[in-house]
């Protein structure tokens, strides 16, 4: 009987319907997420399962499985305990964290607590470079990490207790993640109210505010949303998507002067491009023409291009570009030519046969 509940596999139905029908082996990353959120690491039977509602086959599966590390091949720990020991967090003291841990904990790379609660790790860069030394516990970060630090977070997990990360949500276990990573959401109460970027997170966005730049509506500060909330400000974002749809174009008003009204005057609307406009700003003097710095030269052109006939355009870029099949690029036409001009002659007199034929680009000799 599979390990596999009918919850598993409506949720891998659910997975597999994200993708275009005939892409479905494209669920395969989140699937592998979802076996492993059941037995906490990516079984033979696992394998077994993705390969089945997948129809691939066991072998397709375990080399992805295999390539990825977050994909675990044993039993993990409820907490997979990760510490930085690259170049950045090492030189500010990753490596003493990772030993410092592994000799109180008593395992070393990949191993785990016999209490089965810590997963221990060593890891290449977790992205979090400005916080070094990092460690992540179940991907959820604690920054500026010193051994006695790791020490007490690992205590606390052992001891039933769940540590606040320095950011982001709240901790939860290896299998409450693998969830998440299948791409469904945290459903605890509260699970994501807490957090938010540190501040070397922002130290850009501060650098860009100073000099006078900003991205409209950003705002730092927004909290992570639960499911019910975003689902709620998508439908308010879509309802007002709607409202803001604009009516169906009415009649151009034509210049007072050619109707003979005498109603205000109505200024066509202004249908430049901004390159256009940018243009004009910049030289509104048209008689004087004034040098484009190097480089920064904006086209003003505006005759609409002729229109094309896309396949025949397409049947002659093909004719021009044929393909090389020598292992040279194609569009090396004149190139192409000569040696297979040269091959057919080689091959002509090597066999004392008749025409030959270069096949690469239908030149004959
Ligand atoms: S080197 Fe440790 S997070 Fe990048």
Known sequence: MSVFTEETRERAREIIARYPADRSRSALLPLLHLVQSEEGYVSPAGVEFCAEVLGLNKAQVGAVATFYTMYKRKPTGDYLVSVCTNTMCNVLG???VYDT????????????????????E???CLAACDYGPVMTVNYDFFDNVDPQGALGVVEE??????????????????????????????????????????????????????????????????????KAEADKAAAEAKARAEAAKPAPAAEPVRPAAATGSTAPDVKAPDDKSPQIRTAETRQPDAGTAVADA????????????????????????????????????????????????????????????????????????
Do not use: Y
């Open 94 to 96: 990753g490596q003493e």
């Open 101 to 120: 841990l592994a000799e109180h904990l008593g395992v070393g790379h990949d191993e785990t607590t016999a209490d089965g609660k810590i997963t221990l």
């Open 122 to 124: 060593h890891a290449e």
């Open 157 to 226: 997990l052992r001891a039933g207790g769940r540590p606040m990360p320095t950011r982001g949500a709240r901790l939860c276990t290896l299998k409450e993640m693998a969830v998440q990573l299948a791409g469904f959401a945290d459903e605890r109460d509260a699970a994501v109210a807490d957090g938010g970027p540190g501040e070397p997170t922002l130290r850009g966005l501060r650098l860009a505010e100073q000099h006078g730049i900003s991205v409209p509506g950003f705002d730092p500060n927004t909290p992570i949303r639960s």
């Open 294 to 365: 190097p480089g920064t030269k904006v086209p003003t052109d505006t005759t609409a291009p002729a229109p094309r006939d896309a396949q025949a355009a397409e049947s002659a870029g093909a004719a021009a570009n044929p393909p090389a099949g020598d292992g040279k690029p194609a569009g090396d036409e004149a190139g192409a030519q000569q040696r297979n001009l040269k091959e057919a002659e080689a091959g002509a007199g090597a066999n004392g046969a008749g025409p030959a034929v270069a096949s690469e680009t239908g030149v004959q000799k």
